[in-house]
């Protein structure tokens, strides 16, 4: 967030009125302009490539679409849909402003289409600072906005991962077979490369999380969250609404799975799946790559695995709950881009 606030903040022009054209901040925004349909067409050519030349698992999961409990279809898509809505609350409990509701919602939509392109939540960055900022909003207050909204999503999502493993791994069950799971995925891999990267990483990490400590972005970020904390009212609806989230998500995880035949899950089951999700999505949003493509679905299908759901069934489940909480809203994400320029 300091390369993007403090770009942001240097520059100016009337392309943006008050905010800027070569501002970092505000070039996401350009390039969805410049790039939706081409992304578009790249994106369909390549997922017809992947199904000409993937693997069986890959055709396996196209092949078994057919025999799909289709009845959970439009539960997953009012949960994909209310993701967005809960984003855009917590967006005007960050920011101590009564937004209009349906275009938060619609900047929201083109937010998660900008994080397609974008790794590390930066283009939702752009695009919700860029909305606060037609809003009415100062470009500094926007920023540490969007810069609370994102530091408030930790411990939100913390406290809903505790209360859902709490709930649903009462014996332990979940974690157990979670932690017993990665446990062996450990064992596969060779001691000495995991040594000799530990050596190199952790003094890098260690170094950058010092620099990172005494930023701005940080010092911007704790001042930001202070002041939330002084709202108390839009402090838990802030947490609140960033929890909802997730959590609507990982009950979109939970109804894809049981919308799959193979999975031999039940209704019953609906917690350990969330707790699954939780898990693996964590996982895969710690590594930098826009959206967490790839690494997410692989996280999805291992976290499934730890549950005892074969590789098959499972990779149905992820690709069907990306099909629609994932892809499906990058269309109406480009078009609403138009709405939030104007």
């Given at each position: 967030?300091?390369?993007?606030?403090?770009?942001?903040?240097?520059?100016?022009?009337?392309?943006?009125?008050?905010?800027?054209?070569?501002?970092?901040?505000?070039?996401?925004?350009?390039?969805?302009?410049?790039?939706?349909?081409?992304?578009?067409?790249?994106?369909?050519?390549?997922?017809?490539?992947?199904?000409?030349?993937?693997?069986?698992?890959?055709?396996?999961?196209?092949?078994?679409?057919?025999?799909?409990?289709?009845?959970?279809?439009?539960?997953?898509?009012?949960?994909?849909?209310?993701?967005?809505?809960?984003?855009?609350?917590?967006?005007?409990?960050?920011?101590?402003?009564?937004?209009?509701?349906?275009?938060?919602?619609?900047?929201q939509f083109t937010a998660s289409a900008a994080n397609r392109i974008t790794p590390s939540g930066l283009g939702a960055a752009a695009v919700n600072t860029r909305y606060l900022v037609c809003r009415g909003l100062p470009l500094p207050r926007a920023a540490g906005a969007v810069t609370v909204l994102q530091v408030a999503g930790v411990p939100a999502d913390?406290?809903?991962?505790?209360?859902?493993?709490?709930?649903?791994?009462?014996?332990?069950?979940?974690?157990?077979?979670?932690?017993?799971?990665?446990?062996?995925?450990?064992?596969?891999?060779?001691?000495?490369?995991?040594?000799?990267?530990?050596?190199?990483?952790?003094?890098?990490?260690?170094?950058?999380?010092?620099?990172?400590?005494?930023?701005?972005?940080?010092?911007?970020?704790?001042?930001?969250?202070?002041?939330?904390?002084?709202?108390?009212?839009?402090?838990?609806?802030?947490?609140?609404?960033?929890?909802?989230?997730?959590?609507?998500?990982?009950?979109?995880?939970?109804?894809?799975?049981?919308?799959?035949?193979?999975?031999?899950?039940?209704?019953?089951?609906?917690?350990?799946?969330?707790?699954?999700?939780?898990?693996?999505?964590?996982?895969?949003?710690?590594?930098?790559?826009?959206?967490?493509?790839?690494?997410?679905?692989?996280?999805?299908?291992?976290?499934?695995?730890?549950?005892?759901?074969?590789?098959?069934?499972?990779?149905?489940?992820?690709?069907?709950?990306?099909?629609?909480?994932?892809?499906?809203?990058?269309?109406?994400?480009?078009?609403?881009?138009?709405?939030?320029?104007?």
């Amino acid at each position: 967030m300091e390369t993007i606030t403090a770009g942001a903040t240097r520059a100016a022009s009337a392309k943006f009125p008050g905010l800027g054209a070569g501002a970092p901040l505000f070039s996401i925004l350009q390039r969805i302009r410049r790039t939706r349909w081409v992304g578009l067409g790249v994106l369909l050519a390549g997922l017809a490539a992947v199904l000409l030349t993937a693997g069986d698992p890959l055709r396996q999961a196209v092949s078994a679409l057919g025999h799909m409990r289709w009845e959970f279809l439009p539960a997953l898509v009012l949960l994909s849909l209310l993701h967005y809505v809960f984003a855009a609350v917590a967006l005007r409990g960050a920011a101590g402003r009564r937004l209009p509701l349906l275009p938060t919602t619609l900047a929201q939509f083109t937010a998660s289409a900008a994080n397609r392109i974008t790794p590390s939540g930066l283009g939702a960055a752009a695009v919700n600072t860029r909305y606060l900022v037609c809003r009415g909003l100062p470009l500094p207050r926007a920023a540490g906005a969007v810069t609370v909204l994102q530091v408030a999503g930790v411990p939100a999502d913390l406290l809903l991962m505790s209360a859902v493993l709490g709930v649903s791994g009462g014996n332990g069950r979940t974690l157990h077979a979670l932690g017993a799971h990665a446990a062996r995925v450990a064992e596969l891999v060779p001691p000495l490369p995991l040594l000799i990267a530990g050596g190199v990483l952790l003094p890098a990490a260690a170094l950058w999380g010092r620099r990172l400590v005494r930023s701005a972005a940080v010092r911007r970020a704790v001042t930001g969250f202070t002041g939330l904390c002084r709202r108390p009212r839009d402090l838990v609806i802030t947490l609140t609404a960033s929890a909802g989230t997730t959590f609507v998500l990982g009950v979109a995880f939970a109804l894809s799975v049981l919308a799959v035949p193979g999975t031999f899950v039940s209704p019953a089951d609906i917690l350990p799946l969330v707790a699954a999700y939780l898990v693996g999505a964590a996982a895969g949003s710690a590594i930098p790559l826009p959206g967490g493509i790839g690494s997410t679905e692989a996280l999805l299908v291992a976290a499934l695995a730890a549950l005892g759901i074969a590789a098959g069934p499972a990779l149905h489940a992820v690709l069907l709950f990306r099909a629609i909480t994932f892809w499906a809203p990058v269309p109406l994400g480009l078009l609403s881009y138009r709405t939030l320029r104007r």
